[in-house]
């Protein structure tokens, strides 16, 4: 986040020309200016390797894969694809109908070979929580839900902004400057560590008295970089080095509610505004505007992916205590995260409710990313 003040008029124009964006200045010609010696040749860059292609039939775990499955996903999830030779692969599955036994395994070896992205990387995965909320507050809801406030303002290159009444901007707040703000209206009342994990989820669904479920959406973030609590509770012993996944950290929040809870989710400076919608029944939609279907769909880093990939993911060698051996399987990229950064990295989506936070919170994998690329 870039710091110091920032002119209202580049708030409202569609951009704002900066010297980083069109080079350094010219010089400055006056009579009796040194000149600069000349700056040496930049050194040329290092030529990035070929990816290392193999079959797809040989990438590690193919032929336990569940096709049928894959296949479905791959063909509900394909309208988000923008690479051209993905999308003709794309309309071939659409309009091949209902597969029988094997076409869909034949489909992936015949249309596709694999290419293996980068060294290793990191696996984890998140889920659409469902939790409780109130309209008002009481000691145990004593959270507000807010929405995007009304000086929030995006400015060119996605940096977020805090305008004043006098027409100047700043960074925005972080969590602990907006946490003691007024609550004014909020949407709704939460446990403050479910509030926290919601908003590292970034949606997900409400259920409130009389058993009335409302979908909080995503509405905005104040733009403050996010820092994950968890390796600061492991390094001051409040939690076990292998235990570190999402029910031990919510455990312990709970177990701590107040200032000293308040204090280690303070650690996180990033703090997320929501919005409420009528539950539709769907899968949340990631960043890609389809739904997202459980366990075949991974957030990943838009800087090396292209929404739409299609990727196989090879996640072993679990960090922490009572994962799964193993995750090996077909998915879409089509979300994305604050914390996803990187080529090997991606964030697996395993569906909604308590069953699904509890195994997305003990995902943390050695990775390995491949990108299956048509023929």
């Known amino acids: ?17 900066t010297a980083s964006e069109h080079g350094p200045p010219p010089p400055i010609d006056r009579p009796g200016a040194t000149p600069e ?8 860059a290092t030529p990035r390797p070929e990816p290392r292609r ?14 049928d499955g894959a296949y479905k996903a791959f063909v509900k999830t394909c309208a988000a694809v923008r690479d051209r030779a993905l999308a003709a692969a794309c309309l071939r599955a659409r309009g091949s109908g209902e597969p029988g036994p094997g076409d869909a395994r034949r489909f992936f070896e015949t249309a596709f070979v694999a290419e293996q992205l980068g060294d290793e990387g990191v696996l984890t995965a998140y889920f659409a929580p469902v939790y409780p909320a109130r309209q008002a507050p009481d000691e145990e809801f004593s959270a507000p ?7 929030l303002v995006v400015a060119d290159g996605g940096i977020i902004l805090q305008v004043k009444p006098d027409g100047s901007a ?5 969590r602990t400057a907006i946490e003691a703000w007024p609550v004014g209206q909020p949407l709704a009342w939460m446990r403050p560590e479910e509030l926290f994990f919601l908003q590292v989820q970034g949606s997900g669904v409400l259920t409130f008295e009389r058993g009335r ?8 973030h104040n733009g403050r970089p996010f820092a994950g609590i968890a390796n600061p509770m492991r390094d001051r012993g409040l939690l076990a080095r292998d235990n570190t996944g999402g029910d031990a950290i919510r455990g312990w929040l709970a177990a701590h509610r107040g200032p000293e809870a308040d204090a280690i989710m303070q650690l996180n ?6 919005r409420l919608v009528p539950d539709d029944g769907k899968p949340p939609a990631g960043a890609a505007n389809l739904p997202l279907p459980s366990g075949r769909a991974v957030a990943i880093d838009p800087a090396f992916h292209t929404y739409g990939d299609l990727l196989w993911i090879d996640g072993e060698a679990p960090l922490l205590a009572g994962a799964f051996p193993t995750y090996r399987r077909l998915v879409s990229a089509l979300d994305t995260g604050g914390a996803i950064k990187g080529e090997v990295r991606a964030d697996l989506y395993l569906g909604e409710g308590e069953a699904a936070g509890a195994e997305a919170g003990r995902v943390r994998h050695t990775l390995r990313l491949y990108r299956l690329v048509p023929r």
């Open 1 to 17: 986040m870039r710091a110091g003040l920032v002119l209202l008029a580049c708030l409202t124009l569609s951009a704002c020309a």
């Open 54 to 67: 193999l079959a797809v039939s040989d990438l590690p775990g193919w032929r336990h894969e569940d096709f």
């Open 170 to 174: 700043e960074s925005y707040p972080d």
């Open 37 to 44: 010696p000349p700056r040496p040749p930049e050194p040329p």
């Open 269 to 274: 400076p990033r703090y997320v505004f929501f």
């Open 213 to 220: 479920r409302m979908k909080v959406i995503y509405a905005a």
């Open 145 to 151: 839900v807010r929405a995007r406030p009304a000086d």
